[in-house]
């Protein structure tokens, strides 16, 4: 008598459910040695974006071992680091037209030599051909106190019209000076609505007097726009006559900044704002 005549079936129905199971592998997900990183930073009026992958040390020498000097190196991990500029600007010293660009480097130990690559499709660097060269500059590398583990780009020191892209890894970093063209954006929106009715409004009026006294262009201008600026205005805002005390102080006239600045101080006052309460302290104490 068979004592186990259905076990062939069952062996049968296991295997086949085991075969019937997706591979576990397929949607398994696992840290990357190398993670993705980006960031978007507004220098001005312009974009400036990079996207890259950040190597870690991990105990290794870096600079002239597992990054060696003299060869081309994709400043990073897996594809080449990217950089987008939203318009023209002049990087390390050099214009570049807006657009995205592969960020290359040649590491040296005195000197580095950057490259900015036309195409941002290779993998790496391999492929690499120097035809497609934009630009390339020369920087001096530092060597900074604390370790970075893993790689990283940066920027740092911002101004309206300018900034600089870091890069720091290891004990070593390198910096590159990013020139944007934020005069010649405003100062072409401002000649644009100057010969429309909407640069009669008092935000408007306030924003381009306050950009030429900011930059220093023509106070007597940016007076007259502020001005008119607190007078088209439905209620006369204390930081449009802070605006005005500031710009007549610096025309030297005494008489007018005081003015305003009492005008300024009694409707911070009013308002309960204690920095333009002490803007106005300051200016009426310097006069």
């Excluded at 950089?83 to 807006?98: L, M, N, Q, T, Y």
């Excluded at 300018?162 to 020139?179: F, H, K, R």
Aim: with cysteine; hydrophobic share 40%.
């Amino acid at each position: 008598m068979k004592l186990f005549p259905a076990l062939p079936t069952l062996l049968i129905s296991a295997l086949l459910a085991v075969g019937s199971i997706p591979s576990a592998n397929a949607n398994l997900k696992t840290p990357a040695a190398s993670p993705h990183a980006s960031f978007k930073q507004t220098v001005g009026l312009t974009e400036v974006e990079m996207d890259y992958s950040r190597p870690g040390v991990k105990d290794r020498e870096i600079f002239g071992e597992l990054v060696p000097y003299g060869k081309v190196w994709r400043t990073g991990a897996n594809q080449p680091s990217k950089i987008r500029f939203s318009d023209d600007v002049v990087f390390g010293g050099e214009k570049i037209p807006a657009g995205e660009y592969a960020l290359y480097t040649i590491p040296g130990e005195a000197e580095w030599t950057v490259i900015v690559y036309g195409s941002t499709e290779l993998w790496g660097a391999f492929g690499y051909e120097e035809k497609n060269d934009v630009v390339r500059f020369s920087v001096t590398p530092m060597t900074i106190d604390e370790q970075v583990e893993s790689m990283s780009f940066g920027i740092k020191d911002l101004e309206s019209d300018q900034a600089v892209l870091y890069l720091e890894w290891d004990y070593t970093c390198i910096e590159i000076p990013i020139l944007v063209p934020t005069d010649k954006k405003v100062m072409s929106q401002i000649e644009k609505l100057k010969s429309s009715d909407s640069f009669d409004s008092p935000r408007t009026l306030f924003a381009a007097g306050t950009y030429y006294h900011e930059t220093g262009k023509d106070l007597k201008t940016a007076l007259k726009w502020v001005s008119s600026a607190c007078e088209k205005s439905e209620k006369p805002a204390y930081w449009m006559l802070a605006r005005k005390a500031q710009i007549e102080m610096d025309l030297g006239m005494t008489k007018e900044a005081k003015a305003s600045a009492e005008k300024t101080l009694k409707l911070a006052t009013e308002g309960g704002n204690p920095d333009y309460q002490k803007i106005a302290q300051d200016i009426l104490e310097s006069l």
